[in-house]
Nanobody, 124 residues
């Protein structure tokens, strides 16, 4: 059974940082591209960042470029996202997702496995 579990969310003030983690089990982590998505209150889920299976390629949404950094540890089957300079508009539930394809993609339908999400709240 494949499991993706996000941790690290919380409440922070504007300008602060958080580190999200996505621990996986039941899949060959090193053969999956991994991504972060988020859903803000009243909005559709949107792409945030993706990292290729070997970590060689990353891609970010324009809204987070330069502030967020996605990374992965294939030894520990875990993906991370460091979020710096957080803004109130970053408030959302953050989801990790996994795809067995060998390319990076920002479309939700590209991803097979999803976590339950972790809440990030940024106060102004």
């Amino acid at each position: 059974q494949v499991r993706l579990v996000e941790t690290g969310g919380g409440w922070v003030q504007t300008g602060n940082s958080l580190l999200l983690s996505c621990a996986t089990s039941g899949l060959t982590f090193s053969r999956h591209s991994m991504a972060w998505f988020r859903r803000a209150p009243g909005k559709d889920r949107e792409f945030v960042a993706v990292i290729m299976w070997d970590g060689s390629t990353t891609y970010y949404a324009e809204s987070v470029k330069g502030r967020f950094t996605i990374s992965r540890d294939n030894t520990n089957n875990t993906m991370y996202m460091r979020m710096n300079a957080l803004k109130p508009e970053d408030t959302a539930v953050y989801y990790c997702a996994a795809s067995s394809a060998v390319v990076v993609d920002s479309r939700e339908e590209f991803y097979t496995y999803w976590g339950q999400g972790t809440q990030v709240t940024v106060a102004s």
